[in-house]
């Protein structure tokens, strides 16, 4: 059993920045694809960024070149560092862990999960 804790969402004005953890805890971290998807008010929850064990990085084209996915084993955390923000990336932000990269990045492929943390971007 793994529990991940995120932390670090806000306010912030659009073009601004924040940086997302997620810490895991409860089973080796290291091998595991950590994952963050976003979920705002009305639609469905979709696929953010994801780094692989073997340090690949994946991105939804509507946050790359903006943000960053990192790890750092060690602390068994994983960091979604946000740039340029817009109102558009308002939502829940929750972390997600799974043994290998899935098909299709999507929720139903993970079976751990965060307790979410809100980002609000205002205008």
């Known amino acids: 059993q793994?529990?991940?804790?995120?932390?670090?969402?806000?306010?912030?004005?659009?073009?601004?920045?924040?940086?997302?953890?997620?810490?895991?805890?409860?089973?080796?971290?290291?091998?595991?694809?950590?994952?963050?998807?976003?979920?705002?008010?009305?639609?469905?929850?979709?696929?953010?960024?994801?780094?692989?064990?073997?340090?690949?990085?994946?991105?939804?084209?509507?946050?790359k070149g903006r943000f960053t996915i990192s790890r750092d084993n060690a602390k068994n955390t994983v960091y979604l560092q946000m740039n340029s923000l817009k109102p558009e990336d308002t939502a829940v932000y929750y972390c997600a862990t799974r043994p290998g990269v899935p098909t299709v990045w999507r929720g139903s492929a993970f079976g751990s999960w965060g307790q979410?943390?809100?980002?609000?971007?205002s205008s």
Do not use: D, H, I
């Not at 979410?116 to 971007?121: A, D, I, L, S, W």
């Open 2 to 63: 793994v529990q991940l804790v995120e932390s670090g969402g806000g306010l912030v004005q659009a073009g601004g920045s924040l940086r997302l953890s997620c810490k895991a805890s409860g089973r080796t971290f290291s091998t595991y694809v950590m994952a963050w998807f976003r979920q705002a008010p009305g639609k469905e929850r979709e696929f953010v960024a994801a780094f692989s064990w073997t340090a690949n990085t994946y991105y939804a084209p509507s946050v």
């Open 116 to 121: 979410g943390t809100q980002v609000t971007v």
